[in-house]
């Protein structure tokens, strides 16, 4: 009796992860939010990382930088979040949300012409950094 209480929690689990993955999905397709980081080779963006960010997030924000540069060449700095440039927009990497997410959450947002992009644990941030990739450069 218990093996199958805990197949059915097993499933729950698994149908809350596609449903919170749905619910992403949706909400994503539906930004009207346009960047242009990139014209002609040049950014005016800088690659922003959490002055507390664990060596996963600091890879993340890496492997964003190896992408944009690799499509572009226009070489975005990454820089920690107290040494930003004030002439630059920012793409910030990690957990700079005041909003709460749970494990496997994704945030990827657009606020004042700043593109966000974290989530709730390590992976889900390595995520939402490969969604924004293919999303930005058709991978």
Not at 35 to 54: C, D, H, K, M, R
Not at 94 to 101: A, T, Y
Not at 116 to 124: K, N, T
Request: hydrophobic share 40%; charged share 20%.
């Amino acid at each position: 009796m218990n093996h199958i209480k805990q197949q059915y929690l097993n499933l729950f689990k698994v149908l809350k992860y596609l449903l919170l993955l749905l619910i992403v999905t949706i909400i994503s397709c539906k930004s009207e939010d346009t960047l242009q980081l990139i014209t002609n080779g040049v950014s005016n963006y800088e690659i922003v990382f959490n002055g507390e960010a664990n060596e996963s997030e600091y890879k993340a924000t890496e492997v964003l930088k190896t992408y944009i540069d690799k499509i572009s060449n226009a070489n975005i700095p990454i820089v920690d979040e107290s040494s930003q440039n004030s002439q630059l927009k920012k793409i910030y990497v990690g957990n700079f949300s005041k909003e709460s997410l749970i494990a496997d959450e994704l945030l990827i947002k657009v606020e004042n012409d700043n593109l966000y992009i974290s989530g709730g644990s390590d992976l889900a941030i390595q995520n939402a950094v490969y969604r924004v990739s293919r999303k930005l450069f058709k991978l």
